[in-house]
């Protein structure tokens, strides 16, 4: 797993101020973070979590799609185990806000995130893998929430987003049992949408990232923000709510040019799956 890229071919460099455990870039429209941290298996800390909110706030206006990808040969190890320290429980839960509160910048930020995975996909790596949008899983990967073994919980928003991915008996199995899934598995189960052989994902992710970096900025919006909100709302509030997203997306201009090209013959065909 040496192979894996540690930068995009053609990256240019990101102004953003980040800690040492992070590293940003830039691909044209996309915008890439990579956890830099491999000797510590990407664990997180509070630095770096705070990092990691710092750079979905400060992507620059002409950034259309992100990549978070890790370095070495684990994806993350989740928390950063030797900060769990003598923390009261006030303490705890404003140390879980903050997860909360970074996390709902990826998810519900400036733009889509697509994550590429490998190696162990632990605890809160697998709460931050599980607040992008796209996920992209070398064979390599494997998931596990080990938190039911140490003692402590899921504090990352993985109860809310995990049963939402795999369901409550799976996710309650994991912490219950220590039970770990393969990258096929989670494949199988919505963990991931793509599967690659090992060193494959990044230019998989990368190139998922530049597709969605050219849909326009509202119909990404219309995804990323309104389409969860509405599997959460009773039906009828959905039907509401979606036919006036809709009926705002295809008055974007934007939407007009492309169905024009689309009848003029000049727009890409809906294609088979390779
Ligand atoms: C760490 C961490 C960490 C590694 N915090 N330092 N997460 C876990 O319970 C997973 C714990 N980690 C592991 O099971 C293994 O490290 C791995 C399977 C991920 C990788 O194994 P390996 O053999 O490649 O590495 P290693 O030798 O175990 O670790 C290398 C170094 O990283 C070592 O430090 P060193 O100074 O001795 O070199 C490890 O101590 C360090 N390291 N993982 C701190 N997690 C918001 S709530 C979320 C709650 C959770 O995420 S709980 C799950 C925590």
Redesign the pocket.
């Given at each position: 797993m040496s192979s894996r890229p540690t930068s995009a071919a053609g990256a240019e460099s990101l102004n953003i101020a980040l800690p040492a455990s992070l590293r940003a870039e830039r691909r044209g429209k996309v915008a890439i973070l990579t956890l830099a941290r491999p000797?510590?298996?990407n664990?997180?800390?509070d630095t770096t979590?705070l990092g990691i909110e710092t750079f979905f706030t400060s992507l620059p206006d002409d950034i259309a799609a992100a990549l978070v990808h890790g370095e070495?040969?684990?994806f993350?190890?989740?928390?950063?185990?030797?900060?769990?320290q003598e923390r009261d429980i006030r303490q705890g839960i404003s140390?879980?806000s903050m997860?909360h509160r970074v996390f709902d910048k990826i998810q519900f930020g400036k733009v889509p995130v697509v994550c590429v995975l490998h190696?162990?996909v632990?605890?809160?790596?697998?709460?931050l893998a599980a607040a992008t949008h796209v996920r992209v899983a070398e064979r390599s990967t494997y998931y596990?929430?080990?938190?039911g073994?140490?003692g402590?919980?899921?504090?990352?928003?993985?109860s809310v987003r995990l049963p939402r991915l795999i369901g409550v008996a799976r996710m309650m199995d994991m912490m219950l049992t220590g039970r770990t899934y393969a990258a096929e598995d989670g494949q199988a189960m919505g963990l991931s949408t793509y599967l690659t052989e090992p060193g494959e994902g990044f230019a998989k992710g990368l190139a998922l990232a530049e597709r969605i970096a050219s849909n326009t900025a509202l119909t990404n919006f219309a995804i990323t923000h309104v389409l969860p909100r509405i599997a959460e709302i009773d039906p009828g509030s959905g039907y509401a709510v979606e036919a006036l997203i809709s009926s705002i997306a295809q008055a974007d201009a934007e939407a007009k040019s492309r169905l024009t090209a689309f009848l003029e013959g000049r727009a890409g065909k809906v294609t088979r799956p390779e």
């Open positions: 000797q510590k298996r664990a997180l800390d979590v070495g040969d684990h993350s190890a989740g928390l950063d185990l030797s900060e769990l140390h879980s997860w190696g162990a632990v605890g809160g790596g697998l709460e596990g929430l080990p938190e073994s140490r402590i919980y899921v504090g990352g928003g993985g």
